[in-house]
């Protein structure tokens, strides 16, 4: 759903940007009560990994493919202050080094894609965790619920965009009920990689996941390498369950290295329809005074490396470098936001009661 320069006119786009500028200014200060030493260098990794992703554009009806956004997945992994900077650094990446989505198009692109997705998501799964019984199970169910709400959000945000500032005269109507119609499937697509990756990752760590802490579970014991019940814990009053041992290096190792499996060689078989929106656009003419885009003679442009005549070499090594770059960038800002410890010197004060 990269909006190009020239379908949104200039007001509206400045307008948007300076949305987008005062809620990246207020997540960055909320994103300080999210994250400390340990968490954030995986929300880096959360960046790099919805980068990976978003390469993986999956078919959804005849002629017209999908990919994720990304801001449900962020928001429940690590916060919904730092999930609107994940995906605003994606977009960032992505229009600078790689020619996807307008730079005058950035404001709207961060606020519907970043930002629409982010709160419209995650107000509905805390809304969804408080009535359902504290279980990972329900945790994975709301994510489900939650990814597939916020992608048709953010086509109806951009149907509202585009009524406002719209560079050509459509009827509004039909850009709504086609906008709207597509990302309803793109949205089943989006949920499941949500779920599935929400739920691999509070199996587990269901301690670094931002929408689970505070879960309850029965205290288990290791005892002859099996786990078992605590001697004395309760049926009726569970204890908060125990965070594990392993580093959570091996966890970034690993969501770091499927990033680039899939970026790097996944990404190959992507579909090569038009998105959702590019299909929408080419059918009922809202492409018509769209621009080039000014970085359209990058080395990276379309996910490609120039001068690289081989087509799965060269995309495949765009997608490492793009992993590369993002999981820096993204690590980059979230470090110098971080909570110090001597700002806090108990993380866990802030935490989120499921």
Same mark, same amino acid.
């Given at each position: ?8 006119? &200039?007001?509206?786009? *400045?307008?948007?940007?300076? +949305?987008? @500028?005062? #809620?990246? /200014?207020?997540? !960055? ?45 962020a928001a429940i992994l690590v916060g919904p202050y ?59 169910? &709301?994510?489900?619920? *939650?990814?597939?709400?916020? +992608?048709? @959000?953010? #086509?109806? /945000?951009?149907? !509202? ?89 091996k966890v970034w190792i690993t969501g770091l290295v ?97």
């Amino acid at each position: 759903m990269h909006v190009p320069d020239g379908f949104i006119n &200039a007001p509206t786009s *400045a307008v948007t940007g300076v +949305v987008a @500028a005062g #809620a990246i /200014a207020v997540s !960055l200060r909320g994103a300080r009560r999210e994250l400390d030493e340990r968490t954030a260098p995986l929300a880096g990794l959360v960046a790099a990994f919805i980068f990976a992703v978003q390469m993986l554009n999956f078919p959804v009806a005849a002629g017209t493919s999908g990919h994720l956004l990304g801001g449900a997945l962020a928001a429940i992994l690590v916060g919904p202050y730092t999930g609107v900077l994940c995906v605003s650094v994606v977009l960032l990446m992505q229009g600078i080094l790689f020619a996807d989505g307008g730079l005058t198009a950035l404001g709207v692109n961060i606020t519907d894609m970043a930002i629409v997705t982010t709160v419209v998501a995650y107000a509905l799964f805390r809304g969804l965790v408080k009535v359902l019984p504290r279980t990972r199970r329900s945790v994975t169910g &709301a994510s489900f619920v *939650a990814a597939l709400v916020s +992608v048709p @959000a953010a #086509a109806l /945000a951009f149907t !509202l965009l585009y009524w406002i500032g719209g560079t050509t005269d459509v009827s509004i109507g039909k850009v709504a009920t086609a906008m709207i119609g597509v990302h309803v499937l793109i949205g089943i697509g989006e949920a499941a990689i949500t779920a599935l990756t929400v739920g691999a990752v509070i199996a587990v760590r269901p301690d670094l996941v931002y929408g689970a802490r505070g879960l309850q579970q029965r205290l288990k014991l290791r005892v002859n390498g099996e786990l078992v019940d605590a001697p004395g814990a309760s049926e009726t009053k569970p204890t908060p369950a125990p965070v594990a041992a392993r580093s959570h290096r091996k966890v970034w190792i690993t969501g770091l290295v499927a990033s680039l499996l899939l970026a790097g060689f996944v990404s190959f078989y992507a579909s090569a329809n038009p998105d959702g929106l590019e299909k929408v656009a080419s059918d009922k003419g809202i492409d018509e005074k769209a621009k080039e885009h000014a970085n359209a003679d990058s080395p990276l442009a379309d996910y490609g490396v120039k001068d690289i005549a081989n087509a799965r070499v060269s995309g495949g090594l765009a997608g490492v470098i793009g992993v590369g770059v993002t999981v820096v960038a993204g690590s980059a800002v979230f470090w110098a936001v971080r909570r110090r410890r001597s700002d806090d010197a108990s993380p866990t004060n802030t935490e989120t009661t499921v």
